[in-house]
């Protein structure tokens, strides 16, 4: 049985004990089994030992009436056999009565109950156990596989014994009796253990099933589905704490949903591209930002220096080394990229951190303040060494009249330098500052741009620049006239310097259903397509090619005094065809808002 138990299949082996159902029920016949195995080593043997000692102390206490009822039938006159046989039916015994010689120690048989069996002295031991104790001597012996209960008596003063013998047939077929109940009894009891064990085990295993489904459901990340706890004991509170972890799971789960999505929102929002980075320096995770700012797709798994340029990876590769934060700035195509490069403080798979961010216009800022300083200082330095020559020159007194008239004319026009300079300066910190004071009112734009435009006819004339005017006789509008009246003149002295001699610069008013326009239209060269995102940014002169003299503020701070007006300051051009300017100023207080 054991070798056809070793060659089942390993599976079928584990499948059969991998089962809590299979175990308990296993239990349950093993510790039957258990039971009815002690219980028949128990009873068995201590019946049979009973029941045997039992035996030899009955012939211990009657083998010695024996022996006297024997005694007494001889010295009656009766024959020994007959005697013996009388007792023989009596008690069931067989009685053989032996004659010892005590100098050969040889036994003779000189009487028996049951004289036609053969019997052998030899066989039972007790005979000279009681010759050589002279006393009653009880044992056991087995003869041709039958046990006998033996008593041997001794007569005095004869080297006589009395033998007694009794098998012990009828005391076995009790024990095999015992033994067989006893086994039934085991058998029912394992059947019945075996059915209790089924069915209790079948209940438990039917509850851990469903602490088991809640469990499968929890990892495929259902936590919908509770388990019943059913009565109050182990399992039942089992299940009632699995109940509680789920909730607790399903919040945890749920506020780690939310935080993500916290954190997916602030990542994929952001103007900066975020890219984080492994300890080996691979990408990880990118915002969509990145990949905006690079130009290229930034996959996870890519390593970092295939996807950043030159200089930042280089950055990287320092800050790895000596572990110190770093920011860098460089060109990366049409843009400048400032890269800021983080060490993550905790332990976590992202270690490092590279933000970017689009630095275009602040670098093209700063580069205009740098050229506006040095426009700026040369606007101051040459009208201060004019006005310094003239006035050592007028100092000296050696000038003739038309010559100090000239003098004084050129002197005159630095300072207007000087002014609009110190002006401009001062209108774009009030701006910045948000200290512009606006005086708005009912203003006619017809004759205030008439007004205007008459300022520039003479400089224009002399370059044979003619200023046209088209305007209704009439056109209310609600703003600050001496704004409005610097918008336009920084409109017509750009129309007027940029147009060509023999050229013509046309100023139309226009009347519409909520706003009042007017337009500056040159015949210059034109703004190029890529500057005029950037006409009316502070400090920017135009390309080199067109560079425009003075300082770059004049079109900013005129299209941010339109703004706080209300209105709109905007700018068309084609290349060799001049630009036209178009502001748009409110008729009425209501939609100048």
Known sequence: MWRRLKHWPRASVDAALGSVKNWLTLLFVGVTLLGVALSYAYVVPSLENRLVQKKLNDLRANSPKVATTIINSVSTGQ????????????????????????????????????????????????????????????????????????????????SDVVLVTAPLTDLQHAVESVQRQILRAGGLALVASLLAGYLASYFIARRLKRIERGAVSIAGGDFSRPVLPGPPDEIGQLGGTFNMMGSRLREAFSQIAHEKENVEVLLYDLDEGVIGVTADGD?????????????????????????????????????????????VVVEHGPRSLEASIYRVAHEAEVRDLVVLRDVTEQVRLDQARRDFIATASHELKTPLFSLSGFMELLDEGDLDAPTEREFLDLMRQQVDRLTELSLSLLDLSQVDSG??????????????????????????????????????????????????????????????KFSPEGGRVEVRVEDGRDDATISVTDQGPGIPRNELTRIFERFFRGSDGIRASGTGLGLSIARDMVELMGGDLAVTSEPGQGACFRVAIPKSQDEAG
């Not at 023989?88 to 005590?102: E, M, S």
């Not at 996870?300 to 110190?324: H, K, N, R, W, Y």
């Not at 734009?445 to 002399?462: I, K, N």
């Open 79 to 158: 024959r020994l056999d007959f005697a013996a046989q009388a007792i023989d039916n009596l008690i069931g015994a067989r009685i053989a009565i032996f004659g010892v010689d005590t100098s050969t120690g040889q036994s003779t048989k000189i009487g028996d109950s049951r004289n036609g069996q053969p019997i052998d002295p030899d066989n039972y031991p007790v005979i000279r156990e009681a010759l050589r104790s002279g006393d009653t001597a009880v044992g056991q012996t087995t003869i041709s596989g039958t046990r006998y209960a033996t008593a041997a008596v001794p007569i005095a003063p004869y």
């Open 283 to 327: 990408v990880l995770v990118a915002n969509p930002a990145a990949a905006t700012l690079l130009g290229a797709e930034v996959k996870p798994g890519t390593g970092l220096a295939d996807v950043l340029p030159p200089d930042i990876a280089q950055s990287f590769a320092e800050t790895q080394v000596d572990g110190e934060d770093r920011t």
């Open 435 to 496: 200290a512009v004071r606006l005086e708005p009112g009912d203003v006619d734009l017809s004759v205030l741009t008439r007004a205007v435009a008459s300022e520039f006819r003479p400089g224009a004339e002399a370059r044979e620049v003619s200023v046209d005017v088209a305007a209704p006789d009439e056109l209310p509008a609600f703003c600050d006239e001496r704004r409005v009246a610097q918008v336009l003149r920084a409109l017509l002295d750009n129309a007027v």
